[in-house]
């Protein structure tokens, strides 16, 4: 009889209470289950769980199908699309057989953590960006910029060769400049394109008023006093003399004489001088005109291209055969313009 009490005694000590007052002294030994059935599962759910697939293997079940694994190796997969509310810190490798959507941060590892694709396919980077904790560069794989920031609005361009970080044009250029290759082993530059109309410079004199007087074998300056036209302002003018910055410009001209009552025709040239390097740059076009019978007018026109590494002041100069001439004959209609000079990119 007492061996049957204590029995019974030795039942009830080693029994587990339903209400969870007894604590487990021992392992709790369930069976694998399955996705449908898992070993641990609820009595209101019983497809939703925990369940042993293999060896060292757990998946935790929902529905009657797997969502999470953890293999041997203590990897976890996420089998299904991941979505993070907060930051995800990420020490070591996630491997990722779905989507990843993360509303807020998502900070790769320490210093020298990179992202990159194992296999085929692309890694989407968007919004502002995929970045790494107390770090600027993002180094990435299969053709990241390897650039933390870089000028608002910039050109980014290919590095100096196939493996080094991408370059930024310094400079984001003004309107009406376009981007121009500066030729293999250096980065190209906004410039104005080939053609583009720079700057006019003109002599001009309000209706009615005689141009300025040639005087005979002498390099007359021609007179220089409105700008009618300089884009950026990169053009100056002072003393009849226009300067240029550094650059490649083609200059063009056209100088008016006029003569009246001479004994024998005049003829004419203007020509293109540099004020600074006093030196002769280009020679016009030979104007003629004028005889005992009467008065007549030409133009003296030309053209030139010039490259200067630093700013250079030019002229207009024009030389005449007869005193007696003027620098263009006065029309009356509006605005006298007696020499004019347009400037373009070259």
């Known amino acids: 009889m007492n061996a049957n009490f204590t029995d019974i005694a030795s039942m009830l000590t080693a029994s587990v209470a339903a209400d969870g007052q007894t604590p487990m002294t021992g392992a709790l030994r369930l ?18 769980g925990i369940r042993r697939s293999d060896v060292d293997e757990l998946q935790v079940v929902t529905g009657g199908t797997d969502r999470v694994m953890v293999d041997a190796n203590g990897k976890v997969w996420a089998l299904f699309d991941v979505d993070v509310a907060g930051a995800v810190n990420l020490q070591s490798t996630l491997a990722v057989t779905g989507l990843i959507t993360a509303t807020a941060g998502v900070n790769i590892g320490a210093a020298d953590t ?7 396919g692309d890694i989407a980077i968007e919004g502002n960006g995929v970045y790494r904790a107390g770090g600027t560069d993002v180094p990435v794989a299969d053709g990241g910029t390897g650039r933390s920031s870089a000028t608002a609005y910039a050109v980014i361009c290919g590095g100096t060769d196939t493996t080094q970080p991408h370059q930024s044009v310094a400079s984001v250029g003004t309107a009406g400049q376009a981007l121009v290759s500066a030729g293999a082993g250096a980065l190209p530059a906004f410039e104005y394109p080939l053609g583009t109309l720079i700057a006019i410079v003109e002599d001009q004199k309000t209706q009615n008023t005689v141009a300025q007087s040639l005087t005979q074998n002498t390099d007359n300056v021609r007179t220089l006093n409105t700008l009618a036209y300089n884009r950026d302002t990169l053009v100056s003018l002072s003393s009849n003399r226009f300067t240029l910055p550094a650059g490649t410009w083609e200059i063009s001209w056209q100088a008016s004489h006029y003569a009246i009552n001479l004994p024998t025709p005049c003829t004419s040239q203007a020509f293109l001088y540099n004020q600074t390097d006093s030196s002769e740059v280009a020679r016009g076009t030979i104007a003629g005109s004028g005889d005992s019978d009467g008065g007549g007018g030409d133009q003296s026109m030309g053209a030139a291209v010039v490259t200067i590494a630093g700013s250079k002041a030019f002229e207009i100069r024009h030389r005449t055969s007869a005193n007696g001439v003027t620098g263009g004959i006065r029309g009356n209609y509006g605005t006298e313009v007696y020499c004019r000079v347009v400037v373009r990119r070259a």
Do not use: I, K, M, V
């Not at 069976?31 to 939703?48: R, V």
């Not at 990179?114 to 085929?120: D, E, H, M, V």
């Open 31 to 48: 069976a694998d289950g399955s996705e449908a059935l898992p070993g641990l599962a609820f009595a209101s759910d019983s497809n939703t």
């Open 114 to 120: 990179t992202l990159t694709r194992t296999g085929a």
